[in-house]
């Protein structure tokens, strides 16, 4: 580790990673005994942003040029669900493009224009970008793989699974010199259930070995368990946030909490939390298309602060965003844990 993210007469952080002065923070509302907060900006991306938008949710940004890019779930008055990229000087204040990614592919089979694109992840993986995003096949869900240097030109690769699945997040280096990626195998329906897996592959294409990470639990996570961001490698292990889903007499409530993995075999969860990081309780997350819904989907951090800020998807309608310190998160879920 560079002598440029040393605590000056500490230790290393506890992030392995760079440095991202101008990530989008703020400070812990005085009162406010939870581990991870919201912020006061929320929803940082309104719903019509987009002339055409009925909705923009479950979106990925990373940062780009010294500001920050993504990827972003906006589903047309259509309601079709589409890809747009997006840009932001400051991560709060966004762009973004009104008009569909459209994806540039050598193989027909893995277009589907009547399934629609939704729930995107972007991960900085060696020398470009990857998007992962559940992607249509005939009809059915599955996990698309497309990558961009530019955000503007998009390459697709072959889907990564059979169908069903969902909830396909990247690693952001090869383990035991495969490639990495977290996923959620489904049905064709509204899932009412879903463990996590991990599989790994030696090209992006061809995908295998793979291994169970984790399956529902009792309480806010007792329906099904997805993996959320990118996962973010520090001196504990993969630091996982997560959602999970239990079934209420009104239908499926949505809420998000966080694990670490083992960091060479990442199917192995050392601590998991049994209660909830943030569950829907303001009006935005309880209120709109799909009620009572926290769905993480992005994670931005600077290392030597230890800073994150996380982007969720509040009500399948708008983007919102909360904020925590790496050590109090990760002494959270060492202090509640499952495991």
Same mark, same amino acid.
């Given at each position: +580790?560079?002598?440029?993210?040393?605590?000056?007469?500490?230790?290393?952080?506890?992030? !392995?990673?760079?440095?991202?002065?101008?990530?989008?923070?703020?400070?812990?509302?005085?009162?406010?005994?939870?581990?991870?907060?919201?912020?006061?900006?929320?929803?940082?991306?309104?719903?019509?942003?987009? %002339?055409?938008?009925?909705? !923009?949710?479950?979106?990925?940004?990373?940062?780009?040029?010294?500001?920050? %890019?993504?990827?972003?779930?906006?589903?047309?008055?259509?309601?079709? +669900?589409?890809?747009?990229?997006?840009?932001?000087?400051?991560?709060?204040?966004?762009?973004?493009?009104?008009?569909?990614?459209?994806? @540039?592919?050598?193989?027909?089979?893995?277009?589907?224009?009547?399934?629609?694109?939704?729930? $995107?992840?972007?991960?900085?993986?060696?020398?470009?970008?990857?998007?992962?995003?559940?992607?249509?096949?005939?009809?059915?869900?599955?996990?698309?793989?497309?990558?961009?240097?530019?955000?503007?030109?998009?390459?697709?690769?072959?889907?990564?699974?059979?169908?069903?699945?969902?909830?396909?997040?990247?690693?952001?280096?090869?383990?035991?010199?495969?490639?990495? +990626?977290?996923?959620? $195998?489904?049905?064709?329906?509204?899932?009412?259930?879903?463990?996590?897996?991990?599989?790994?592959?030696?090209?992006?294409? @061809?995908?295998?070995? @793979?291994?169970?990470? +984790?399956?529902?639990?009792?309480?806010?996570?007792?329906?099904?368990?997805?993996?959320?961001?990118?996962?973010?490698?520090?001196?504990?292990?993969?630091?996982?946030?997560? @959602?999970?889903?239990?079934?209420?007499?009104?239908?499926?409530?949505?809420?998000?909490?966080?694990?670490?993995?083992?960091?060479?075999? $990442?199917?192995?969860?050392?601590?998991?939390?049994?209660?909830?990081?943030?569950?829907?309780?303001?009006?935005?997350?309880?209120?709109?298309?799909?009620?009572?819904?926290?769905?993480?989907?992005?994670?931005?951090?600077?290392?030597?602060?230890?800073?994150?800020?996380?982007?969720?998807?509040? %009500?399948?309608?708008?983007?919102?965003?909360?904020?925590?310190?790496?050590?109090?998160?990760?002494?959270?879920?060492?202090?509640?844990?499952?495991?």
């Amino acid at each position: +580790m560079s002598d440029s993210l040393q605590r000056p007469g500490g230790p290393p952080p506890t992030i !392995i990673g760079g440095a991202l002065p101008n990530l989008p923070w703020e400070d812990r509302p005085a009162g406010c005994r939870d581990v991870l907060w919201r912020s006061t900006l929320n929803p940082v991306i309104p719903r019509n942003l987009t %002339a055409t938008s009925n909705s !923009i949710f479950n979106s990925a940004v990373v940062p780009f040029e010294g500001q920050f %890019a993504g990827v972003f779930r906006c589903d047309d008055k259509r309601r079709r +669900m589409q890809l747009h990229t997006g840009r932001s000087v400051d991560g709060l204040r966004w762009q973004i493009d009104p008009e569909p990614i459209v994806f @540039h592919c050598d193989e027909p089979e893995t277009r589907d224009f009547n399934y629609g694109r939704y729930d $995107p992840r972007v991960c900085w993986l060696e020398d470009r970008f990857y998007v992962t995003w559940c992607n249509g096949y005939q009809g059915y869900p599955t996990i698309g793989v497309a990558y961009t240097y530019d955000f503007k030109e998009f390459y697709q690769l072959e889907n990564a699974f059979l169908p069903f699945n969902r909830n396909g997040v990247l690693f952001p280096r090869r383990i035991g010199g495969q490639y990495a +990626m977290l996923s959620r $195998p489904s049905d064709n329906g509204h899932t009412p259930f879903g463990d996590v897996f991990y599989s790994v592959s030696p090209d992006l294409v @061809h995908w295998g070995r @793979h291994r169970l990470v +984790m399956r529902p639990a009792d309480g806010w996570q007792s329906t099904k368990v997805g993996a959320g961001p990118i996962p973010i490698e520090t001196r504990e292990g993969w630091l996982l946030i997560y @959602h999970g889903v239990l079934t209420s007499c009104n239908g499926f409530v949505y809420s998000a909490g966080a694990a670490l993995l083992d960091l060479d075999q $990442p199917w192995r969860v050392i601590y998991r939390t049994a209660p909830y990081l943030i569950s829907p309780q303001t009006l935005y997350e309880c209120v709109g298309d799909v009620p009572n819904v926290v769905f993480p989907c992005a994670a931005l951090y600077d290392a030597p602060s230890g800073r994150i800020a996380i982007y969720y998807g509040a %009500a399948d309608t708008v983007t919102c965003l909360a904020f925590t310190q790496v050590d109090e998160l990760i002494r959270f879920i060492k202090d509640n844990s499952l495991v």
